[in-house]
């Protein structure tokens, strides 16, 4: 998750020592392998390839690294054979006369060819220029072990010698990434997946889902790294289905859990580094999904200790929330605590963020149940009195669809969330979803793999095994087909070239909102 | 000194391990002293300034320096107030909401400030562009204490904010320089010096020197930062004259004697770092001017280990320096092992090689008898012989001067090296500088400290004491008047905009062979 600005500086967090003394004691012991890169490569550009570029093969031999000596402006590309989280280190020499200057090198880390392809210095977009993954570097003696400071997501590592001297060039030799992930690979239980571009897309997810477990579920590796709640609830959903670590979703829970504000609203995304920080960003949908995600997790492992713990904030959380409804039971949209959904803001969202308050209520009464809250029995009123209004004021009977806002607009985020919040029957959910897929599909203008995730389950939660299928092949199927290691941040079917960041070289190509695919896989389809 | 590039890797060296020992047992405790900025400046255009650019005060108060927030492209310059050589740190916090971003921070190390004034991008010259000192950092997680690991020469700091996030800014505190030395400059004994110009000549020479002795006399600590030969023996006559280190001077002898080449050749110049590397470049003067720096440094301190190490070594390079002589007792310009006497190639440098080798067959003679060498009287005859030669072949009686090459050219060079190698009689000799005086001067074409150094010795030595303390003034006092905090590398008076390197960027302005004014003026004015 990223894309929105919040400045809010005069929030007021609480800091429940207990709760992230919980979190702190649930910090993983992350797990690191060494690996070496498989081959040499050349970025070239190609009109036909992802993002305008493609690696091939390059007619150099990565066994023979040392004996490429690279003077002024040389420059090797290497190719680690799939995507990696980790620390970068290489030997460095000299070769000729003694060193007599030091050596200017460029590091460039790509997740895609794109990013080495395309010039850095040309990127002009609103987001950080400081998230390229780049480095100059100056080394003023040589022999050196160079090992790099900073964790960097990538497959491809661009070496380009700025300048030595004249008299010596520069040898380069054992190259590693010293990967880290709060999980081994080898955890993930085998499943017979018999089509093989699903079993393809299974791995990928479980990799791209790997690569973010990290001291906290990250959104994306590359970029944001940090803990965000929208994010969390699906990578936590795919972690039950693949590593099944409930260390680290517990850890995630007691964080959110222990920064609250002082109204009870969740933010968005916490930091951990270098201490824990709440970001004064606050999105209505992934405040509430605190409650679901405590209540996926127990679900999973039925930890009353955590629900105990967990179930006060998530109440709290709750009762801010229902104060944005109105007498009618709707929820009334508010520009400062708006409703996420989807990056797309040309979509109205008040239907949607109906249905997410009705699917998270419903999640909560089991909740409030399980703990036995003498106040369970309101929150069920509450369900059918939404569920109500959500029907008499944005159910259109005649289109068989649910309509958002003043322009009575049908979009496919506001019939996928009735579906997922079962605001309808069973029969009718299914009714909803063909008429849904008859006037919004294929679909366009969805950049988020987090909005597929949501239409995908809603074509299987309604009974359309096939369609669920189909959009899975058509959406991480053709990022499979462009070459992906991992799954993106941002990706529309219908426009390869899309970036929210006005350039490729922005966009993080391993973004947890998109390991779904395995949890939806395993649960829908195996 | 700098400036050429010889290929010799063919060349094999001897590792005398003894003489290596005792260069290792000299080795000084560098000294070092935290020094703060001492305000905030802004670097403008301006053609009347040297190199075009100069320093005024910011409108910003140091003291208040943690309170301006530099967002995107923000600068702010940092002024040491006087040349610094030692290892720059600063802390740097982010203000404003939580970091989601990583801080791209570019920083400029400057001596002069048209080395920020001027895009180093822009540089496109022959020397490796790796000398330029600048950094781009990033920094992850803020706070942070930012101590950089390399050593920078500069007096000026450009903190240049290349991109935060819109969420929050930089603010930067406590920026320091822990400065290093092998000497402190407390121990230079005050002297008497009346002319205010020429106290403060002495007084920048001083930190000259000073800013050069590290492990090695450096040549310069911007830019090369190794031991040379003509340097260090510049460098040692300034030292007896101001710190007096003995030990300093010892391990640079020490230095050069363990790496000699087999046939007995004196290296220019050698690395101490990683590893004690003699270089492949050889230059005729410079090798020689290892019998200089030794009978200097016997002169100084009488030292009889020294001279019983080093002697053999001495001969050993005389002893191949004359086979460069023919039977008439001419040196033989060889292209493959050079004269260096100054950058300047326009200037033929076959008379001034002829006295510089008579000048040091002078010196050596003295360490011979010192060391009661058998052969000590063969040398006496050599000098006479090589004079007989000199004044036959090149002195042009009728012209009073001394003639060089095949097109008898009249230069500066030559003259000062026969009058510093007292060719003539010392009446003689006041002739000669008499009659260069009056066909060479104003002097034009040389931009080296080193051979204005040269030119002024002479005038000293002949008795041209007015003239020589003008030329001081005219070279070293227009460095000061120009804001010189130390002497240059490279300065042609006549041409500020001067750089052999193509830009004022590269060019170091703290550079050791320029030293020599507070030896010239203790030796001979004070």
Known sequence: MAFTFQINHDVQFNHDADLLAKAEANRPTLQHAVVKPQRLVKIVADDTAFNGFRAEPSDQNIQQLPSYLLKKDDKLVLDFGDHQVGHFAIDIDAVGSPMDAPLTLHLTFAETPAEIGVDAASYDGW??????????????????????????????????????SPKWQASFSNPTVTTSSAVKMSAVPAVKIDDPELKRIDEVSIKTLHDCMQDVFEDGPKRDRRLWLGDLRLQALA??????????????????????????????????????????????DYGLFFISTLKDFNDRYHD??????????????????????????????????????????????????????????????????AMADPEAAKYDELIQTYTDAAIQTYYDADQGLFVSGPKREVNIASQVWMVLAHVLDDQANEALMTAAVAKCFPVTGIATPYMYHHIAAALFEAHHQADGIQLIKDYWGKMVSLGADTFFEAFEPEDLQFSPYGSPILNSYCHAWSCTPTYLIRKYVV
């Open 127 to 164: 987001l950080s220029s400081s998230w390229i993954a780049e480095e100059t570097l100056h080394l003023d003696v040589l022999p050196t072990h160079l090992a790099l400071p900073r964790r960097y997501a990538f497959r491809y590592v661009e070496i380009d010698v700025k300048d030595t």
């Open 239 to 284: 972690n039950y289905a693949t590593f099944d670590d409930a260390t680290l979703v517990k850890r995630c829970l007691y964080l959110f859990g222990g920064m609250t504000a002082t109204d009870g609203k969740i933010p968005a995304n916490v930091f951990t580094s270098p201490k824990l920080t709440p970001d004064d960003t606050f999105m209505y």
């Open 304 to 369: 009353q200790q955590v629900l105990t713990d967990l179930y006060p904030i998530a109440k709290k959380e709750l009762t801010v929330a229902l104060t944005q409804v109105n007498a009618q039971g709707l929820l009334v949209p508010n520009e400062d605590w708006p409703v996420f959904v989807d990056w797309s803001n040309d979509i109205d969202k008040t239907a949607a963020g109906q249905a997410i308050l009705i699917y998270v209520l419903k999640q909560f009464v089991v909740l409030a149940h």
